[in-house]
């Protein structure tokens, strides 16, 4: 899915790490699944993150919030790890929430979420690598 881009994808992705805290739309309680990782990746960077999930309490001892409206401060950068046709509707939820910054991580994109985000002027990551490889992910018991 490359995509015509005014900035290189380096240039994108670390406008997206200079955010100075994240959400992460698709956390899950299970320790398998990329969307708990990628959580977990952000926690061992002693990044501010918070789990989005509207069907947990709580992930990996932080409390999780039901939608990126819920949360208690804005956030300018999320990483979202869901379904394309979920992604489409957080692309929505996320401007209207003010956030500038989107990582879509693989499997989570679609062309219209991206053709969306990037009309809406968001800093947009897809089809391109994984945050937990950029950032430097550790697999921890």
């Not at 699944?33 to 509207?54: D, E, I, T």
């Not at 679609?110 to 969306?116: G, P, Q, V």
Request: aromatic share 6%.
């Amino acid at each position: 899915m490359s995509r015509p881009s005014t900035r290189s994808e380096a240039e994108r992705i670390d406008a997206f790490l200079g955010a100075t805290s994240f959400a992460v739309v698709g956390a899950s309680t299970d320790r398998s699944k990329y969307g708990n990782k990628v959580l977990r990746c952000y926690v061992q960077h002693h990044r501010k993150v918070f789990p989005v999930n509207p069907k947990a309490p709580e992930v990996e001892g932080l409390r999780a919030y039901p939608s990126l409206a819920a949360l208690p401060e804005p956030v300018s950068a999320i990483s979202v790890i869901t379904p394309p046709a979920a992604t489409e509707q957080v692309i929505r939820e996320a401007h209207a929430a003010g956030v500038k910054h989107v990582w879509m991580q693989p499997g989570a994109e679609s062309d219209e979420a991206i053709r969306t985000a990037e009309s809406l002027g968001m800093n947009v990551i897809a089809g391109g690598p994984c945050l937990l490889v950029v950032m430097g992910y550790q697999e921890q018991g």
